[in-house]
């Protein structure tokens, strides 16, 4: 009877310790890397108003330049030259590799180009409410409150609640940077082989071989691409 007690009470110590393991707390750079993705996802499919909202909340949570670009990206898509160039800046000034950099100052050259053959004006129109949309001002002129870092700074409480955000207008991209980078998802399925070989002895002398040898085959199949 005590050996039975003794037992439960093993195992539920050890249900307890594995379920707590388990339900870690994720870390604020570990949730921008999931909000990255996510991001990324929405871009190439054409949603880059929330790409851009889950950029901002990932660059918010870890100041990556990585973050930045991609929210410098996803605006420039929207239009908002004078967000996405704000957004490079800020990447840029976040020390990125020598390819991210390149990325980066292309960008902000095509954004700047094409503002001014828009005649765009890529400093803010003037200051917004706390949620970002678009809007039309008394001349007509269409802007947009944005979050985007400014003076090339990573920017403040971009995750949190209500703040007054600058507007910018909005303008025509001429390029779609999206289409430059998706990537191919055509994977479905996979196959291959698996060699081994090996020797030794064990046992009673002549009882077993001294060599072994062999091969597997296997394979995998998507059933569902899109998850």
Not at 48 to 59: L, N, P, T, V
Not at 104 to 110: A, D, G, L, N, S
Not at 198 to 214: C, K, L, N, V, Y
Request: one cysteine or more; charged letters at 15%; aromatic letters at 8%.
């Amino acid at each position: 009877m005590n050996r039975l007690a003794l037992g439960l009470a093993l195992t539920t110590s050890l249900s307890v310790t594995l379920s707590a393991t388990y339900a870690h707390a994720e870390t604020q750079a570990e949730i921008a890397a999931a909000e990255n993705e996510e991001g990324k996802n929405l871009m190439f499919a054409g949603n880059y108003k929330g790409a851009s909202d889950k950029f901002r909340s990932a660059a918010d949570r870890a100041p990556e330049a990585k973050y930045y670009f991609n929210l410098c990206t996803s605006l420039y898509q929207q239009g908002i030259f004078g967000a996405a160039l704000t957004a490079c800046n800020a990447g840029d000034n976040l020390s990125p590799d020598p390819k991210l950099k390149e990325k980066i100052q292309k960008t902000q050259e095509k954004i700047k180009s094409d503002a001014a053959g828009q005649h765009i004006d890529l400093a803010p129109t003037g200051a917004g409410g706390g949620a970002a949309g678009p809007e039309t001002g008394n001349g007509g002129t269409t802007t947009m409150g944005q979050d985007a870092p400014h003076d090339g700074q990573p920017p403040q409480n971009l995750g949190g609640g209500p703040v007054s955000q600058p507007q910018y207008a909005v303008g025509r991209p001429t390029q779609n940077l999206i289409a430059v980078v998706k990537p191919e998802q055509s994977y479905v399925w996979t196959l291959g082989i698996d060699l081994y070989g090996g020797g030794g002895r064990i046992g009673q002398s002549g009882a077993f071989g001294q060599t072994s040898g062999g091969f597997r085959l296997k394979g995998d199949y998507m059933v569902n691409p899109a998850a």
